[in-house]
Antibody, heavy 122, light 107 residues
Framework: EMQLVESGGGLVQPGGSLRLSCAAS????????MNWVRQAPGKGLEWVSD????????FYADSVKGRFTISRDNAKNSLYLQMNSLRAEDTAVYYC???????????????WGQGTVVTVSS | EIVLTQSPATLSLSPGESATLSCRAS??????LAWYQQKPGQAPRLLIY???NRATGIPARFSGSGSGTDFTLTISSPEPEDFALYYC?????????FGQGTRLEIK
């Protein structure tokens, strides 16, 4: 069964840091682009970041650029999100999501984890 | 960035009525549009990709249409489990963006 499991969420003070992890299983992890998507309480979905299968290319939403870093370890079938300089508005459920392989561009997100909650508050 | 506007915000249906959800893009996304369903406390689930292709395991009562800037998700005679939140998403260009969502509720 193809599965993504996030971990690492928690309560952090403004200005603090947190590292999220996403463990993948049931598919060839290195073949797929991976993404982080977040959802603030009672709000819609916001794409955060993307990383190519090889790890060679990364993309970020303007709201997190310069503060968050996406990375992956294909040997460990794991995806990460290092979050620094956290703000109250970063409070959300963070999902990792697999992008389907398509002919052009980044594919739709066909597998999602269950999410991990990040709360930024003093 | 490409802004996706979904309408209506909430759609109330009586049993047996078909649902038509709209997603309009601020500029052309060609056919690079997907639809997701989200139930309370759950992760989103991919329903439709590239405007009109059903994802694996999605029932035939879900269909998508459109291209360019105007897209529609149709749910024919929704089942009780279909009453949920629906989001559209474009992958035409960075940043990837989502619509604000349409809530489908039972009247």
């Amino acid at each position: 069964e193809m599965q993504l499991v996030e971990s690492g969420g928690g309560l952090v003070q403004p200005g603090g840091s947190l590292r999220l992890s996403c463990a993948a299983s049931g598919f060839t992890f290195s073949s797929y682009e991976m993404n982080w998507v977040r959802q603030a309480p009672g709000k819609g979905l916001e794409w955060v970041s993307d990383i190519r299968g090889s790890g060679s290319g990364t993309f970020y939403a303007d709201s997190v650029k310069g503060r968050f870093t996406i990375s992956r370890d294909n040997a460990k079938n794991s995806l990460y999100l290092q979050m620094n300089s956290l703000r109250a508005e970063d409070t959300a459920v963070y999902y990792c999501a697999r992008a389907a392989i398509v002919a052009l561009g980044t594919g739709p997100f066909d597998i999602w984890g269950q999410g991990t909650v990040v709360t930024v508050s003093s | 960035e490409i802004v996706l506007t979904q309408s209506p915000a909430t759609l109330s249906l009586s049993p047996g009525e078909s649902a038509t959800l709209s997603c309009r893009a601020s500029q052309s996304v060609d056919s690079y549009l997907a639809w997701y369903q989200q139930k309370p406390g759950q992760a989103p689930r991919l329903l439709i990709y590239d405007a009109s292709n059903r994802a694996t395991g999605i029932p035939a009562r879900f269909s998508g249409s459109g291209s360019g800037t105007d897209f529609t998700l149709t749910i024919s005679s929704p089942e009780p489990e279909d009453f949920a939140l629906y989001y559209c998403q474009q992958r035409r260009e960075w940043p990837i963006t989502f619509g604000q969502g349409t809530r489908l509720e039972i009247k």
